[in-house]
């Protein structure tokens, strides 16, 4: 019998996402490269809240257009819009606390290096 070398499915540096399920089920991300953040937290929202959020944040589209294109009065678009807001804002603030203590490289420029 073969032994299995890696029992573990995730690589060490991705403990947290053994401890915190509920946010970091998905696609493996660096919580330490903000747009790859930012994509997690958008594609984490419904697809109604996602799809309103890209339209209007992304392509730039009026509430009006939105509205019309999705079969929406202008008021739910705003209203879904607004707490998609509010939940990607929530998940980046979640990440940014909960987030692993980034390794930082040693500074090359220390001179505290015995010779």
């Given at each position: ?99 692993p203590a980034s390794?930082?490289?040693p500074n ?8």
């Open positions: 019998m073969t032994l299995l070398r890696n029992l573990w499915p995730l690589s060490p540096s991705q403990w947290w996402r053994w401890r915190y399920p509920d946010l970091w089920r998905g696609r493996a991300f660096d919580p330490h490269n903000v747009q790859q953040v930012m994509s997690y937290a958008v594609m984490r929202l419904p697809v109604e809240r996602r799809d309103v959020f890209l339209l209007n944040a992304v392509q730039a589209l009026d509430y009006s257009f939105i509205a019309r294109h999705m079969g929406l009065s202008a008021d739910e678009v705003q209203a879904l819009f607004a707490r998609a807001l509010v939940e990607v804002s929530r998940t980046v603030d979640l990440i940014e606390r909960r987030r390794r930082s490289l090359p420029e220390r001179s505290d290096v015995r010779r």
